[in-house]
Nanobody, 118 residues
């Protein structure tokens, strides 16, 4: 059974930082593309960042480029999202997801709430 469990969310002031983690089990983590998505109240889910397997090539949404960093530790089966210079508009539930093929996400975590106060 595949499980993706996010942690690290919380309440932070604008300009602050958080690091999200996503612990994966039940899959060969090192062979999956991994991504972060977020969903704010009343809005559709949106892509945040993605990292490929093997080469670890990263892609970011324009709204977070230069502020967020996605990384992975294949020995720990864990995905990370370092979020710096947070803005109130970053407030959302953040989900990690795993894809065996690029852009086709097979598994999703339950999410962790990030709230940025102004």
């Amino acid at each position: 059974q595949v499980q993706l469990v996010e942690s690290g969310g919380g309440l932070v002031q604008a300009g602050g930082s958080l690091r999200l983690s996503c612990a994966a089990s039940g899959l060969t983590f090192s062979t999956y593309y991994m991504g972060w998505f977020r969903q704010a109240p009343g809005k559709e889910r949106e892509f945040v960042a993605r990292i490929t397997w093997s080469a670890g090539i990263t892609t970011y949404a324009d709204s977070v480029k230069g502020r967020f960093t996605i990384s992975r530790d294949d020995f720990k089966n864990t995905l990370y999202l370092q979020m710096n210079s947070l803005k109130p508009e970053d407030t959302a539930v953040y989900h990690c997801a795993a894809a065996r093929r690029a852009a086709t996400y097979d598994y999703w975590g339950q999410g962790t709430q990030v709230t940025v106060s102004s």
